[in-house]
């Protein structure tokens, strides 16, 4: 899954059933680093197996914090006592803010030389207020390209023994204050934090003040003003620890329950959680979603009666999961206004501007501001269509718009980047969705696979494809702008751009309605050719996968159970003798008053079917998967209730 370059979601029917979530990673990263400071050992149970907590183990790996396997996925920190072994240390962090702010915090305060380095976008996500509060407390640290931004230079430094107070600002990123407030017990004496202006994301403050508390710290408080750290404050190992699902990762699965039918059940986090992100149920509620909560588990679903409906939201407690409203709101009722959402804007991308424009992608209208975001829901679901969704390196892009499957199928765009907080989250989705169903019907030249798919679909009332006919458009297309059939870069490149579309009966290319020219058995010839080129079968894959919409598709070809739709919950492998075929093709000929010679028909068909089926990409055979169907001796209506009966499917 890590290295593919992208990840075909089908449109799904419905989504109902259990989540186990995988632990929180703002509680993951915590735990480590307070166990790597505190006294003692401590065993760390369900903890996020992911990039973000990948990054912060490698990093207190080389500062000399030893971390030992404790069974069952458990590991043991050997906490270091607030004396961090390794004094010079380049760390990379990737984009693992949860790992770079609280750890500029712990080292600047750690009296050793650390350079502390991430990908390029980490390098444009703000730091300066939590570098001016360090440097205020007499830290040494270099921002080594710009002013306020990675990558930093940290130096041992004489810490100003005096300052009792340090300002910080937490408009822009809480993790300021976070990062602070945990490395503030390596001074060993009083220190207050002021919060100069409004404190964003204050749920997660809590998450912080929680966790201080497991590891013995005690943080007094005077609202989200003032918070202060005792001297004599140290962390102690609380032996074993256990890390909650995570809140945030909930919210895709629960959203999934609110639109499409439900219930779905998360485990792993619920009413007893310290995470804010549970919050994210209030405002399903708040739509009309039915949700009902246990001390572990949380659960959604659909109003019972009507559509969820549009809300506006102020999502400063809850940044994370707020971005799952984005698709919810699109299957609800009335417009939905996301508000308190600037931080969106120096995550791991610009969040703002990158759903709207993803969800522009899809046919959604959106409209933002420096820090709204507002959603206005189709009149029918139908306006929206399949599109390539970019995902910027986000996780939370690629999750958030998996959701949009309940109107369309849709390509996401380097989907490993969900590693970040979920590695597996796409199995997941698929254990609790029901993708709409396929029955893939290849076969040979003129073995009837185009009439019996028709009449299939046609009986169940479901969308049908002729992939046939895209390869020969392609063929049809590059003939007409003089493109040599075996020129694949350029016939390629054709294929993405096809101007096709489908109406009253007709294939349109462009404005020119075209069946009769790419019904020839010369552009029959044209597409198996250019059909052998392995870019031009890339460039028309997700064309095909877009057909497959609510309530089903019906799709014919060469390959439609075998690349295409592998997962087709009907695959059957239509054929009949090369003379029948002959036989049937030169009828259907004459019925529309072509001219052809029957030797000419089976020579032909003998050699597309030679080429089709010895070509290297998605040859013409039948899949271990697929029934044959010998036609040779059935006629249409058999052929077709055979494909209806193994299909499990009554005609509608
Ligand atoms: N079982 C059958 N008995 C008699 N005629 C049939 C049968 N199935 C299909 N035909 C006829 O055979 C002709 C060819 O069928 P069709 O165009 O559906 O084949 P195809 O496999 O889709 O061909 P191609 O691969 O070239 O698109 C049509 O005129 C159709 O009516
Ligand atoms: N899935 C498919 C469908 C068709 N082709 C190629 O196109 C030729 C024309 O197809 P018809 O079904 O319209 O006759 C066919 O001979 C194949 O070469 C394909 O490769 N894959």
């Not at 971390?67 to 607030?82: F, K, L, Q, R, W």
């Not at 969106?344 to 409209?367: P, Q, Y």
């Not at 009966?505 to 309605?513: I, S, V």
Request: glycine content about 10%.
């Amino acid at each position: 899954m890590n290295h593919l370059p992208f990840l075909d979601l089908p449109a799904i029917l419905s989504a109902g059933g259990t989540v186990r979530l995988p632990g929180s990673k703002s509680l993951s990263n915590r735990i480590l680093l307070l166990a790597a400071l505190a006294e003692g050992e401590t065993e760390v149970r369900d903890l996020l197996k992911s990039d973000d907590t990948d990054r912060m183990l490698e990093a207190l790996a080389q500062l000399g914090i030893r971390v030992t396997p404790a069974g069952e996925g458990a590991i043991t920190v050997h906490g270091c006592g607030g004396k961090i072994p390794v004094k010079e240390a380049q760390l990379f962090l990737g984009n693992a803010g949860t790992a770079f702010r609280p750890l500029t915090a712990a080292l600047a305060l750690a009296g050793g030389a650390y350079h502390l380095s991430g990908v390029p976008r980490m390098h444009e996500r703000p730091i300066g207020d939590l570098v001016d509060a360090l440097r205020h407390l007499g830290a040494d640290i270099e921002c080594l390209a710009n002013e306020g931004y990675p990558p930093l230079q940290i130096r041992p430094a004489a810490l100003n023994a005096t300052a009792a107070t340090v300002p910080v600002k937490g408009n822009v990123s809480s993790q300021f204050l976070t990062g602070l407030l945990m490395a503030l017990p390596l001074l060993y004496r009083t220190v207050t934090v002021e919060v100069v202006g409004e404190l964003i994301s204050k749920p997660y403050i809590e998450i912080t003040l929680a966790t201080m508390g497991r590891f013995g710290v005690d943080v007094a408080r005077e609202g989200w003003q003032k918070f202060t750290v005792q001297a004599g404050s140290r962390y102690k190992s609380p032996g074993v620890i256990y890390v909650e699902g995570d809140a945030s990762s909930a919210s895709y699965f629960l959203g999934l329950g609110a639109i499409a039918g439900g219930p779905v059940r998360v485990e792993g986090v619920g009413a007893d959680s310290v995470q804010g992100d549970i919050r994210f149920a209030d405002a399903l509620a708040a739509m009309g979603a039915r949700i009902t909560m246990g001390p572990n588990w949380i659960e959604a679903a659909p109003p019972l009666n009507g559509s969820l409906k549009g809300i506006e939201q102020d999502c400063l407690a809850i940044p994370d999961a707020a971005m799952t409203l984005v698709p919810v709101a699109v299957f609800a009722k009335g417009l939905t206004k996301l508000t308190g959402i600037a931080s969106w804007r120096v995550k791991e991308t610009d969040r703002i501007d990158a759903m709207a424009n993803e969800l522009r992608k899809l046919g959604g209208t959106v409209e933002t501001t420096a820090d709204t975001l507002t959603v206005y829901p189709p009149a029918n679901l139908d306006e929206l269509h399949c599109a390539e969704i970019e995902t910027y390196d986000d996780h939370r892009i690629a999750m958030c718009f998996s959701l949009m499957t309940l109107a369309t199928p849709l390509r996401i765009l380097d989907p490993g980047c969900t590693a970040k907080t979920f590695p597996n989250y796409f199995d997941r989705f698929a254990e609790v969705t029901t993708a709409v169903p396929v029955i893939a019907i290849d076969g040979p030249s003129a073995s009837g696979k185009g009439t019996v798919t028709q009449r299939v679909a046609e009986a169940l009332g479901w969308h049908y494809l002729d992939s046939g006919a895209l390869y020969r458009l392609t063929a049809l297309a590059a003939r007409k702008a003089g493109v040599d059939w075996n020129n694949e870069a350029a016939v390629a490149h054709i294929a993405a751009h096809l101007p096709v579309h489908f109406a009253g009966g007709l294939t349109f290319l462009g404005d020119e309605a075209v069946d009769d020219q790419m019904r020839t058995e010369e552009m029959g010839i044209g597409a198996s050719t250019v059909g052998a080129l392995p870019a031009v079968r890339e460039a028309l894959l997700l064309r095909q996968r877009a057909f497959r919409q609510a309530p089903g598709l019906v799709a014919d070809g060469r390959d439609m159970g075998s690349v295409v739709f592998p997962d087709a919950t009907t695959k059957v492998f239509l054929t009949a003798s090369a003379a029948v075929r002959a036989e049937r093709r030169y009828k259907q000929l004459m019925e529309k008053g072509f001219s052809a010679k029957l030797q000419n028909i089976l020579q032909d068909l003998e050699d597309r079917d030679a080429r089709d089926a010895a070509r290297s990409v998605a040859p013409l055979r039948q899949e271990a998967d697929a029934k044959l169907l010998e036609t040779s001796h059935l006629t249409i209506v058999q052929a077709v209730n055979q494909v209806l009966d193994w299909s499990g499917n009554k005609a509608s």
